[in-house]
């Protein structure tokens, strides 16, 4: 059986930037992709208007200094394809693409405490050892399958759009129906509807929506980056959000109605994702939350032409931000057109989808193309939809069966050798998630290094330290108001999946200084175990 120092899952930005550290340690490696090409979420989200919401000067690898100068960015949040040709860039650059796997979907891996190390199967039959095992296999990779019964019994096209189809999806003259408005259907909903005969927008919950204020880099912007580059690279680091956004230290309550007001036009204005820093109260005081909540929902209400249908774009039910605040163009104001219809599944629910449509308990709306912005099963389902074998033969799905347990989301207990990248109980999904990779990566290749120096065969982390850091991760997050919402976060949106917070929500500033100190202090919370030969 053929033998890597480490096999990778993922070709995203974690899998690929994973491969260009290891071997740069001089590690072998291997990398698997289910996909026919690199790029992860940029490879599978096709979607009209997909972009990031995390602006691209920042949304963008800083390990390389001559990548940074050679690649330009056009727009302020780029668009997908972009973000895609950059990936693949940097897979020529580095030279990657020899030691990828494409089209192979890794199924199981068992670890083998005899020879410590990992066996990996894949879906073509074929299986290869190694060493260490890393999961870059994405939060938000797995597509949550459409709950409704008759999917495969429609005539029409339907597409999700964490899949979409690589050919050009034409929608001229059809009549559309988008299921889901979180961020994928609020990005695609403005450009289907400019296309479409006719849209229906089938909403369950509503969601807090800002406008992203994209437009072209300019030459200024680009020079200023270029200039002051590495410190803003390292403030992104030490920051909560791993991201250039202004953190307000005040209270929301403490400033008089109008300062609250202008600081949140300030941030309505700048676009995108600002809002989350504009008060240190926002998501720990319910009352302090519900200023920025009334400040959008003001907004929708101004946005809107028919105050019914603006009343039922109103989201209520939940503090603003504890669901990932969405970054649009255009989303509420295509509510105004003619062309159309928002249909709130609240009040008459889908019931199933019919060769011809979508039945609501209101009746049937017949279409033509189904879009399912649905979302994902987020953070573990990737995970554990390989069928992860650790000591003893434990799996992974059923140690987590409760909820994931980590050691700062990047190791398990009882599964030796394996990393995760941006896993469970780390800051992930709430960050600029290419710090965190970058991050977690750097932090495993210099753990493997650590290693190798000592001639270590093994590490996992202690039951003590995974314990308390759970602990920890759980405490953090009941200061604040991010488990109330029913979002992917808690895994509220699967059926059946247990309920519990899944990211650490300390900030990514400050979990590096814990990750950091965990490093310096000889790999704190790991139990190491040693080579034969040197043990002897
Ligand atoms: P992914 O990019 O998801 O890559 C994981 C890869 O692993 C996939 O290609 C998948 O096919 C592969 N894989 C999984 N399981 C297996 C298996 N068993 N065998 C083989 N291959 C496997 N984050 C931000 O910070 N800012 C943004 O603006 C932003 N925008 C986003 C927009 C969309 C539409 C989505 C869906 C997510 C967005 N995210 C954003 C989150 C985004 O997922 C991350 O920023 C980042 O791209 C994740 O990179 P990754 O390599 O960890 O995972
Ligand atoms: P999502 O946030 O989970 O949204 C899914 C939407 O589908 C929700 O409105 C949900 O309603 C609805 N839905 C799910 N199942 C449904 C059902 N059975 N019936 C009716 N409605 C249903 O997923 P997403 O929009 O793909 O985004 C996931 C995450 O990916 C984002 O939060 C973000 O982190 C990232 N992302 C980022 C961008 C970007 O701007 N760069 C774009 C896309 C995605 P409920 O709320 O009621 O469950």
Not at 492 to 520: L, Q, S, T
Request: charged share 20%; glycine share 10%.
């Amino acid at each position: 059986m053929e033998h890597f120092d480490v096999v990778i899952v993922g070709a995203g930005f974690a899998g690929l930037y994973a491969l260009h550290r290891l071997r740069s340690l001089g590690f072998s490696a291997r990398v698997y992709e289910a996909a026919s090409g690199v790029g992860g979420t940029w490879f599978w989200n096709r979607y009209p208007g997909a972009r990031c919401d995390v602006e691209s000067l920042e949304y963008s690898y800083s390990f390389s200094d001559e990548l940074e100068q050679e690649w330009q960015w056009t727009e302020r949040y780029a668009s997908q394809p972009e973000i895609l040709r950059y990936l693949n860039y940097v897979a020529d650059r580095f030279n990657l693409r020899t030691h990828i796997q494409l089209n192979t979907r890794v199924t199981a891996a068992g670890f083998d405490e005899t020879a410590n190390c990992w066996t990996i199967q894949t879906d073509g039959g074929s299986a290869v050892s190694a060493a260490f095992f890393i999961l870059a296999t994405g939060c938000l990779s797995k597509p949550k399958a459409l709950e409704y019964k008759g999917l495969e019994s429609f005539q029409g096209k339907w597409y999700y759009t964490g899949q979409w189809p690589h050919e050009r999806v034409d929608f001229t003259g059809r009549r559309v129906a988008v299921i889901g408005t979180g961020s994928s259907g609020i990005q695609s909903i403005p450009v289907i509807a400019e296309q479409a005969a006719h849209l229906f927008v089938f909403q369950r919950t509503p969601n807090f929506s800002i406008p992203a204020q994209n437009r072209p880099l300019s030459g200024d912007v680009r020079q200023d980056w270029a200039t002051n580059r590495g410190s803003y690279r390292q403030a992104a680091r030490v920051s909560p959000f791993g991201m250039l956004v202004e953190q307000g230290t005040g209270s929301a309550l403490a400033v008089a109605p109008e300062v609250r007001e202008n600081e949140y036009e300030k941030r309505w204005q700048r676009g995108g994702l600002s809002m989350y820093g504009a008060f240190a109260d926002l998501f720990v005081d319910p009352q302090a939350n519900q200023t920025a909540a009334e400040f959008v929902r003001t907004k929708i209400r101004a946005a809107i032409r028919d105050p019914e249908v603006a009343e039922r774009l109103l989201p209520k039910s939940y503090p603003i931000g504890t669901k990932r605040i969405c970054s649009d163009t255009g989303y509420y104001e295509t509510f105004n057109r003619d062309n159309v219809t928002l249909v709130d599944t609240c009040a008459t629910p889908i019931e199933e989808i019919t060769p011809t449509g979508l039945r609501t308990t209101a009746g049937e709306y017949h279409v033509d193309s189904i879009v399912c912005a649905t979302g994902f099963d987020a953070i573990t389902g990737a995970l554990c939809h390989i069928d992860i074998q650790g000591r003893g033969g434990a799996r992974l799905r059923e140690k987590w069966s409760a909820g994931p347990r980590t050691y700062l989301g990047v190791a398990t207990t009882g599964f030796p050798n394996l990393f995760m990248i941006t896993g469970p109980g780390s800051p992930s999904v709430f960050s600029n998630m290419v710090v965190s990779i970058e991050q977690h990566v750097d932090w495993i290749g210099g753990c493997l290094a650590w290693m190798r120096d000592r001639h270590a065969a093994g590490i996992e982390p202690t039951e003590d330290a995974e314990n308390a850091w759970v602990a920890h991760v759980n405490e953090v997050s009941g200061y604040t108001l991010f488990p109330q919402a029913n979002s992917w976060y808690v895994g509220a949106n699967v059926p059946g999946k247990v309920r519990v917070f899944m990211p650490y929500v300390g900030g990514v500033g400050a979990y590096r200084e814990k990750c950091d100190a965990v490093a310096r202090n000889g790999y704190e919370g790991f139990a190491l175990s040693m080579a034969r030969s040197s043990a002897a």
